[in-house]
T-cell receptor, first 113, second 116 residues
C-alpha cells in the first residue's frame, strides 16, 4: 500500500526567504502526488498535483514541486515566502482513485516578519 | 457557488452520547469522502460514498461508526456512544466523479468534535 512521509513537523522561515518542504512516498508503481494547504480552521485546498509528464509542476500561489523518482520524493518549493503562506501543508500519494489517497502528517509553516 | 458545507463547525458531546456530522457536497458532485484528522497525524481516510451506496469503508472503525449518503439530503457521519478518543476534526470532501483519474477533491471546513 502507498504511504507518504513528511519529515519536518514544523518549519519557520523569514518572510521573503525561500522555502522547501520535504515529502517522501512509498509506492511500487508511478504514483499520483499532491500537495494541499490548510489554513487554520479551514479545509484543505489543492496547491498542485503530479500525474505524469514533466517532473516539475507549477501550482497556485507561486508554489512548485519536483517529482524525483530516484529519491521517491516530491518536495514543495517557493522562491519567496509571504506571511500569508503560514499554514499547514500536506503531501498526499495516490494509486489511481480518490479513496486510495494517503496523506502525510503535515508540516506546519511559520513565517517570521 | 456554495462549496462543501459541513455542520456543525463545532460539536461537544459527553461520553456515551451520539454525534451526527453532516456534509452537503458541492452542487453537481455525487461522490463524498470522509476523513478524520488527529493532531500531528494528517488526514485518515474513513469512507467513500456515492448516492445511496457505500463504495469503500475500509478506513471506518468496525464499531460505533456509520455513514450514509441518501438520495435526498446531506451525507451523515454518525458516531454512537462517543469516547474521548473520538475527539478530532472530521472533514468531508466531494468530487464530481471517480473516473479513471483523480477528480479534484473539494474539502469542507470540517467539524471539530470534542468529547468530554
Amino acid at each position: 500500500a502507498q504511504s507518504v512521509t513528511q519529515p519536518d513537523i514544523h518549519i519557520t522561515v523569514s518572510e521573503g526567504a525561500s522555502l522547501e518542504l520535504r515529502c517522501n512516498y512509498s509506492y511500487g508503481a508511478t504514483p499520483y502526488l499532491f500537495w494541499y494547504v490548510q489554513s487554520p480552521g479551514q479545509g484543505l485546498q489543492l496547491l498542485l498535483k503530479y500525474f505524469s509528464g514533466d517532473t516539475l509542476v507549477q501550482g497556485i500561489k507561486g508554489f512548485e514541486a519536483e517529482f524525483k523518482r530516484s529519491q521517491s520524493s516530491f518536495n514543495l518549493r517557493k522562491p519567496s515566502v509571504h506571511w500569508s503562506d503560514a499554514a499547514e501543508y500536506f503531501c498526499a500519494v495516490g494509486a489511481g482513485n480518490n479513496n486510495d489517497m494517503r496523506f502525510g502528517a503535515g508540516t506546519r509553516l511559520t513565517v517570521k516578519p | 457557488n456554495a462549496g462543501v458545507m459541513q455542520n456543525p463547525r463545532h460539536l461537544v458531546r459527553r461520553r456515551g452520547q451520539e454525534a451526527r456530522l453532516r456534509c452537503s457536497p458541492m452542487k453537481g458532485h455525487s461522490h463524498v469522502y470522509w476523513y478524520r484528522q488527529l493532531p500531528e497525524e494528517g488526514l485518515k481516510f474513513m469512507v467513500y460514498l456515492q448516492k445511496e451506496n457505500i463504495i469503500d469503508e475500509s478506513g471506518m472503525p468496525k464499531e460505533r461508526f456509520s455513514a450514509e449518503f441518501p438520495k435526498e439530503g446531506p451525507s451523515i457521519l454518525r458516531i454512537q456512544q462517543v469516547v474521548r478518543g473520538d475527539s478530532a476534526a472530521y472533514f468531508c470532501a466531494s468530487s464530481p466523479g471517480q473516473g479513471t483519474h483523480y477528480s479534484p477533491l473539494h474539502f469542507g471546513n470540517g467539524t471539530r468534535l470534542t468529547v468530554t
